[in-house]
Nanobody
Framework: VQLVESGGGLAQAGGSLRLSCAAS????????MAWYRQFPGKQRELVAA???????SYADSVKGRFTISRDNAKNTVYLQMNSLKPEDTAVYYC?????????????????WGQGTLVTVSS
C-alpha cells in the first residue's frame, strides 16, 4: 500500500492550500488516516486525524483553521488549510494504517507519504 501526496506549495499568510493523499495498492482497507508535519530539526507532530467513520481530531495550533476529511471510496484524505500563518511552514506527511488482505492472512501496516512542502510567506 502506497500513499501519494499532492497540493503543497507556496501561499501567502492568510491564504489557503488543500493537500490530498491517495492510497493505492492491492486489496486493503484503511481505518485511520492523518496528517503530520515536520519543522526543520524537529520531530514530526500530529496535525489532524480522521477515523473511517469520520471522527476527527486536531492539534490546538490548527483548530478552527484546518479541516481534515476523507473519501473512503477513493481511499483519499484531504487537509484544507485556511488562514495560513508563516509558522505553518513545514513538510506535511500523510499517514495511514491499512490492513492488507492481498496475502493468505491480513497484514496490519503503517505507511507514510513522501511528504509535501508547504511554505507560507508573510
Amino acid at each position: 500500500v502506497q500513499l501519494v501526496e499532492s497540493g503543497g506549495g507556496l501561499a501567502q499568510a492568510g491564504g489557503s492550500l488543500r493537500l490530498s493523499c491517495a492510497a493505492s495498492g492491492s486489496t486493503f482497507s484503511i481505518n485511520n488516516m492523518a496528517w503530520y508535519r515536520q519543522f526543520p530539526g524537529k520531530q514530526r507532530e500530529l496535525v489532524a486525524a480522521i477515523t473511517r467513520g469520520g471522527s476527527t481530531s486536531y492539534a490546538d495550533s490548527v483548530k478552527g483553521r484546518f479541516t481534515i476529511s476523507r473519501d473512503n471510496a477513493k481511499n483519499t484524505v484531504y487537509l484544507q488549510m485556511n488562514s495560513l500563518k508563516p509558522e505553518d511552514t513545514a513538510v506535511y506527511y500523510c499517514n495511514a494504517d491499512p490492513t492488507d488482505y492481498s496475502g493468505s492472512y491480513p497484514r496490519y501496516l503503517e505507511v507514510w507519504g513522501q511528504g509535501t512542502l508547504v511554505t507560507v510567506s508573510s
